[in-house]
């Protein structure tokens, strides 16, 4: 995928514990420190997402509009 060239402005402490990181050779260099930090970041926010739009939904109205569905599908198979 192509990368972007992008400036940032971090806190000191928070550059200074990327560069630990990097000098540990856990990351190639800042970059990869960043982009795996706001990779994992959005990823938490997604299914963070999911879990409040799942929480909206009612488990038994879901059961009764899913096993409705069933029926009428049974309905309308042939027999072999």
């Given amino acids: 995928m192509p990368k972007t060239k992008v400036a940032l402005t971090l806190d000191a402490q928070l550059l200074e514990r990327v560069d ?6 856990r990351f190639r260099n800042r970059s990869q420190a960043v982009e795996a930090a706001l990779a994992d970041k959005l990823q938490r926010l997604a299914r963070t997402r999911l879990a409040r739009e799942s929480a909206k939904l009612n488990p038994v109205e879901e059961k009764r509009v899913a096993e409705e569905g069933l029926i009428d599908a049974l309905e309308s ?4």
Avoid: G, R, S
């Fill in 77 to 80: 198979w042939p027999e072999y």
């Fill in 20 to 25: 630990e990181l990097v000098a540990k050779q």
